[in-house]
């Protein structure tokens, strides 16, 4: 949904001349269908494509209204891989094209055993996302007061930028005081916020095809609330690594978070599971089925390539 898109001829072209230049053995491309650089290396290639596909939804009206466009850059894929199920069933569905699902990965090592920020002592949670109403921040903010009223000392840690920021900026004195907004940061100082949380919180309404956010706040030991939605099913387990609610449902995403904040046997014991969870999906396991795919696009197209007949020497002739 946020893919990047280029009309910039000159972006274009460059990097249509570096794929040429580099004569790359196989070329990886991400979300190839939006207007950009993806593109541009799709039509440019001429070694074997690899695309990998991010977007989840019931329905994506743009594949269905430029599908005949998209079959011209599909076919020029040698291979697809989609994040998740969700995101597979949207291109079979939409496109009629199949995918190989292979999930997205997390560096373990990055999020294990960072400092945390220096902030008093509170018990915390922490919300990491882009501030618009897909991400559901405005189902936590209306959450806030019922779970102030359950855990008096609680924190919010926000970590993101967008319109909505104008939603926290407008929340009755008693509330603000509990949310600590730091705006977008880099990897680094993200990594210390997971490590400065005793929850995470991810209240999105929709249209999330995996989750990385989850995956992250897992691999850093914290138990997840989170919307009761199909790509986040694809990662958390109900019960066991954290806590699934009901999409949009203000009372019940208080409720989870307070029983998290306060049920120190529980939180530890998702906690746990969620580390266990995270380990399955870390590059180290995502790393030998890419190899292999890439492998395979190659060995096919050298079997494909057409054999150049023998040059004959002057005798011969």
């Known amino acids: ?23 790359p053995d196989v070329v990886h491309v991400h979300e190839p269908f939006s207007p950009g650089l993806s ?32 079959r011209i850059v599909q076919r020029r894929c040698h291979h697809s891989i989609a994040v998740s199920e969700v995101a597979a069933a949207l291109l079979e569905r939409d496109l009629g094209l199949r995918a190989d699902v292979q999930h997205n990965a997390v560096d373990l090592e990055t999020f294990q055993g960072a400092t945390p920020l220096a902030l008093p002592p509170a018990p915390t949670a922490l919300f990491v ?14 959450a806030l007061p019922a779970l102030i009223e359950r855990v008096p000392d609680v924190r919010v840690l ?10 926290i900026d407008r929340l009755p004195a008693p509330s603000r005081s509990h949310v600590h907004v730091t705006g977008a940061l880099r990897d680094a100082d ?8 005793h929850v995470f919180v991810a209240p999105a309404m929709g249209r999330e095809s995996f989750g990385i956010v989850l995956l992250e706040a897992m691999a850093a030991g914290l138990p997840v609330v989170a919307s009761d939605i199909p790509g986040y099913r694809a990662v958390v387990r109900n019960g066991l690594d954290g806590l699934l609610v009901p999409t949009g449902d203000v009372a019940r995403l208080a409720t989870a978070l307070a029983v998290v904040l306060t049920d120190r046997a529980m939180a530890t014991a998702l906690a746990v599971n969620a580390r266990q969870r995270a380990a399955a ?27 150049r007949a023998p040059e004959r020497t002057p005798s011969q002739a």
Do not use: M
């Not at 996302?129 to 209306?142: C, F, T, Y």
């Not at 926000?158 to 939603?167: F, H, K, L, N, T």
């Not at 210390?192 to 949380?197: K, N």
């Open 129 to 142: 996302g882009r501030l618009e109403p897909r991400k559901g921040v405005r189902v936590l903010l209306q």
């Open 39 to 70: 593109l541009a290396a799709t039509l440019a290639a001429r070694a074997p494509v690899v695309a990998t596909f991010h977007a989840g939804a019931d329905r994506l009206w743009a594949y269905r209204l430029f599908a005949s466009l998209l």
């Open 158 to 167: 926000i970590v993101g930028a967008g319109d909505e920021r104008a939603e």
């Open 190 to 197: 993200l990594v210390r916020c997971y490590a400065s949380a």
């Open 281 to 307: 999906f870390s590059w180290r396991q995502a790393a030998s089925p890419l190899e292999a795919i890439y492998e395979g696009v190659q060995a096919r197209a050298t079997r494909l390539q057409p054999r």
């Open 1 to 23: 949904s946020v893919a990047p898109i280029c009309f910039q001829p000159l972006a274009l072209a460059r990097v249509a001349r570096l794929v040429r230049n580099l004569r």
